[in-house]
Each structure stands twice: as C-alpha cells, then as structure tokens.
C-alpha cells in the first residue's frame, strides 16, 4: 500500500470496509507489519463497482468465503447546475456532510464527508458533467490527538468513488483564513488561493501539481479573494485602498496595483460575496454600508462610494448574498439589535431583497411570507433567477420539519417549497456550486 494512504484508510476507506474484512485486517497485524514510525501498513483492498447480485443500500449482504471481502463502491452522480450545496450544522466536529440538494424537491443526493476549517468550514462545490469531475474541495483540519496534538493541513478534492481524493497536504505553518470570502478556487480549477493567517497574506496551492506554488505577504490588506481568472481583488482597510494580486502561470502571486479609492469612512466586515458571471464583489460593512465592487474592467480608479446602507431599527444585518449575474442581493436581518457574530445575537427573522444596482428594495421576505418558523441559510442558484431559503417548516406536534423555500429573483415571489430528505443530519448552510470554465 502507498505509505501516503495510510492516513487516509482510516478517515474514509475504513468507513466502507466490510465488517469481516475489518476484523481479519485489524486482528491480522503484527510487530513485522509496523514500519519503523509506528504505523500499520495494510495490503491494498481491491474496489470494483457493484455487479449483478450485489446487494448495496437497505439490503443486506451475504459474507462470503473470500476474506478479506472485496470492497464495492459506486460512483457519485456529478452535481448538476440546477444543485446547491448543503453542508450539515454544527461546529467543532472531526467531520462534516456535504450533500448535493436538489432545491426543489428538497431531495440531498451525493454525500461527501469532509474534515472542518480552523473557524468556518471551507467548501466549494462544482458542478460537474461526470463522476471524475471536481465535485467538492475542502480546506481541512485533521487533529489527531485533538488540541493537544499535531494536526494535518489538507486541501482535498472529491470526486470519483470518494475513497481516495486528491489530496495536497499543506505546510506546517499554512493557516488558511476560514471565513467565508477569504478563499476561492480560480475559474480553471488549477489553483486554490487563500488568504493565510499565519502569512498575513495570500497562498496558492497547485491542484493538479498537488504543492503550494506561491506566497505573498500583504500586511494590512485582505482577507478576501474575490478572483476573476488569475486576478485577486481584495481590500486594504487602514490606508483606504483596493488591491490587486496576479497569479502567474507559475502560480506565484504578485501585488500589480493599488488604488485608493475607498471613502475614508470605510469599515471592512468579516465574510464578503462574489458575483462570478458579473465580476462584482459584495461587502456589507460592520456600519451597515452596502458597497458593490465592479472589477469587469480591472481595478476601479474612481471613488467608490456605498449604494446605501443595510442599518434598521429594531434588528441587526446578519448574513448576505449576490447572485451570479450581479443583479439582486440579499440580507438577513436578526430580531435582535446586537450584533449577530454574537452568541446572543438574536434569531434571524427575515431577508431584505434588493437591486444590486442602487440598493432599490424589491421583497421583504419574512417568516409568514416565507412559510417558515425559523431562517438557517440562504443561496442563490447558479443562474441567479432563485434565492434559496433554508429553514425550519410550520410546528406540527411540537416538531418542525427542515424546509428549503425557492423566491424569484425579479419578483421575490416565492415559487416552491420542499421538505429535506434523504440527509443524515440537519443542513446549516446552504451554498452555490461553482462552474469551472
């Protein structure tokens, strides 16, 4: 067995392992089978896809004479453009679920399990033409001993039969920065590029050579990634400046240019949004004012001034998102007037939809119009015609049934409504795949 795999058996291969074929290989090992760091190396466990008679599913299987047991696994069904990304609740697990959610039909479909961010979970998905297609990517922390022990850094791309992503495993001192909008995946799917702790700047990781290829330090600039191609537009909040970073061929990142063109009023905030298609970036500032970056033609050398501000009395912004096309935004509002990065920031209640262009309301979307008793995430489909609303359905018997709602983009009418099925465990966040060129 590849000494690299040893790893990995245990954190997926080992799930899908029968449990006889579990008992011969943990009871078979020896002093002779240990290498000289202490590690068990097993004998490569063959992976054919299922075949006539082979019972996958609800069903069960008869143990057959051939020990260990051949493992059978199928192939995922690539994500589809009309898909969103649904990754399960909770924080401080050794791993996460990923699902491919059919928004319509509320029906999860491919499952990933993934390992946690430093803070946030780092996740994107891709859609996908076939099972061999970059399907999800995770940035993850894998802790062996917990707080007390080393920890690997990995950047993983899943596609296939899941058993052996493509794994790239970062430096010691790699960090990546786990907010949302602080980390994005180059439009070719060549490169991973993240804003790094531990640098003050920004790491690139080469996928398909599986290394880093490059590192800039930018103290005082960042933490987001808004990339169109090999171009990277981010903030420096203190000097009031827009920056941008190319990556070369080589994927070795470069500062090409600053401007200051950001009013000296200017508060940066924690997670920001990318509209792909349009290549304009969201920022909802921590004083409630609203800025749409146009970086179509570059670095804009002109001021750029808010298109309004999200402030209310009686509630608090909380979560945003732009569609694709850069047409439409949404904001979440709390019931409280404290801070939502709180723990007692308040439940959210209702999501404003506006013109992405001049901040022209065009829906208030609460809990009654929604049809939900509790607000958990929002997205928009790829295309941008949909806002996505994760929630909790109405109280039935004292229980709620989570519930994902579809609301037009142009109208905020809302146009479906389906309950979850088919997950494992409840959905917190909702996300929307990437299309890679």
């Not at 640098?199 to 996928?207: A, E, H, W």
């Not at 940066?268 to 749409?292: C, M, P």
């Not at 506006?354 to 829906?363: G, I, L």
Request: glycine share 12%.
């Amino acid at each position: 067995m590849n000494p690299a795999r040893t790893k990995r058996l245990s954190r997926s291969a080992a799930v899908a392992v029968p449990l006889a074929a579990a008992l011969v290989l943990t009871g078979c090992s020896s002093d002779d089978d240990a290498t000289a760091s202490g590690e068990v190396t097993y004998p490569t466990v063959p992976v054919v896809a299922p075949g006539e008679g082979i019972s996958l599913g609800h069903d069960d299987q008869e143990i057959g004479d051939s020990i260990p047991e051949t493992v059978h696994v199928g192939e995922i069904e690539p994500i589809k453009s009309t898909d969103l990304i649904a990754v399960a609740g909770g924080f401080g697990k050794l791993e996460l679920g990923v699902n491919a959610l059919d928004p319509v039909t509320g029906v999860a479909g491919s499952r990933f399990v993934v390992g946690p961010g430093i803070w946030d979970p780092v996740i994107h998905g891709f859609v996908g033409e076939t099972p061999a297609d970059p399907a999800v990517l995770a940035a993850e922390v894998w802790r062996p001993r917990g707080s007390r022990g080393a920890a690997d850094f990995t950047v993983s791309t899943y596609s296939g039969n899941l058993l052996e992503p493509a794994e790239v495993l970062l430096p010691d001192y790699a960090r990546v920065h786990s907010r949302p909008g602080s980390n994005a995946v180059t439009s070719d799917g060549k490169y991973f590029v993240t804003w790094d702790d531990g640098l003050y700047g920004v790491r690139v990781v080469d996928l398909a050579a599986g290394k880093e290829s490059g590192a800039l330090q930018v103290i005082g600039c960042g933490p987001f990634t808004w990339l169109d191609g090999h171009e990277l537009y981010s903030v420096c909040e203190d000097t009031r400046e827009l920056i941008q970073i190319s990556i070369d061929d080589a994927g070795v990142p470069t500062e090409t240019k600053r401007a200051k063109v950001l009013p000296d009023d200017f508060v940066s905030t924690r997670k920001v949004t990318w509209a792909a298609d349009a290549k304009k970036a969201l920022l909802l500032s921590e004083n409630g004012d609203v800025y749409v970056f146009d970086f179509s033609k570059g670095l804009p050398e002109s001021a750029v001034t808010p298109i309004g501000n999200a402030g209310q009395d009686g509630g608090r912004f909380a979560g945003n998102a732009v569609d694709n096309t850069g047409r439409r935004l949404a904001i979440e509002y709390t019931d409280s007037v404290v801070h939502p990065h709180s723990a007692r920031g308040g439940d959210v209640v209702k999501i404003e939809l506006h013109d992405a262009s001049n901040f022209a309301p065009v829906k208030t979307l609460d809990l009654a119009a929604l049809g939900l008793t509790g607000i958990t995430s929002m997205a928009f489909s790829v295309d941008g015609g949909t806002l996505y609303v994760l929630g909790d359905g109405p109280e039935v018997d004292g229980e709620t049934t989570q519930t994902i709602v579809g609301v037009s983009s142009a109208t905020g009418d809302r146009v479906s409504s389906a309950e979850i099925t088919g997950n494992v465990d409840d959905f917190g966040t909702l996300l929307t795949p990437q299309v890679l060129e």
